[in-house]
């Protein structure tokens, strides 16, 4: 069974500080990648996946996210955070084994944006 | 327009109770999926449902029973709560079941948060 890694449970960072979020899986095979946001009493909303081709991919709000194979990571970065980026941060892994979806997310990164 | 709505948003109840938790979706999506979100934030799926048939059932015990009606609603009915029951309940859809594609991104609710004293 796969398995998501967060290692920063909780970022504290002052506005316009650069910011890398740490994730690293442990599945055998090919996997889809994602990010997903939930800012404070919302619900959980995507912000960027890999699922083929650049393994660099750009999501909304200025993040983006590289896949590393070797190293089986899906590190998040911003280069300058704004307040409104406080939220909770979930990085999570679909095997993409052609059978069902069994999305499988990480502990979370509460992250702190200070003004 | 809400894309994935749950009702109730919260939910408070004495043990032993039986409650449920509506989920409906507006995106014509084939799957719908149950996540049970505990209080250290760990979001783990319970229940995946693929056109009102059951596909994953992760060992969740029996007193959660799902219910899907047609592929746009997944009501979720636990018997007998137990105080280890609260958390936040939210509900997904996706278009694709299988995994392995650009269509294969959940949809999540808002979540039900479900409190048992």
């Known amino acids: 069974a796969q398995s998501v890694s967060q290692h920063n449970h909780h970022v504290i960072l002052s506005e316009a500080a650069s910011l890398e979020l740490g994730c690293n899986y442990s599945y055998g095979g090919t996997v889809n990648l994602f990010w997903y946001v939930q800012y404070p009493g919302q619900h959980l909303q995507l912000l960027l996946k890999?699922?083929?081709?650049?393994?660099l991919v750009k999501g909304i709000k200025g993040f983006e996210a590289e896949f590393i194979k070797s190293k089986f990571s899906f590190n998040l970065r911003k280069p300058s955070v704004q307040w409104s980026d406080t939220a909770e941060y979930f990085c999570?892994?679909?095997?993409?084994?052609?059978?069902?979806?069994?999305?499988?997310f990480g502990i979370g990164t509460k992250l702190q944006v200070i003004p | 327009d809400t894309a994935v709505s749950q009702t109730p948003k919260y939910l408070v109840t004495q043990m032993g109770n039986d409650k449920s938790i509506k989920c409906e979706q507006n995106l014509g999506h084939d799957t719908m999926y149950w996540y049970k979100q505990d209080s250290k934030k760990f979001l783990k799926i319970m229940f995946s449902?693929?056109?009102?048939?059951?596909?994953i059932n992760e060992t969740v015990p029996n007193r959660f029973s799902p219910k899907s009606p047609d592929k746009a609603h997944l009501n979720l009915h636990i018997n007998s709560l137990e105080l280890g029951d609260s958390a936040v309940y939210f509900c997904?859809?996706?278009?694709?079941?299988?995994?392995?594609?650009?269509?294969?991104?959940?949809?999540f609710g808002p979540g039900t948060r479900l409190t048992v004293l």
């Open positions: 997904a859809s996706s278009q694709a079941r299988i995994a392995g594609g650009p269509t294969d991104t959940q949809y």
């Open positions: 999570a892994v679909n095997p993409n084994s052609g059978g069902y979806q069994k999305v499988t």
């Open positions: 890999y699922f083929s081709g650049d393994p």
């Open positions: 449902y693929n056109n009102k048939e059951l596909i």
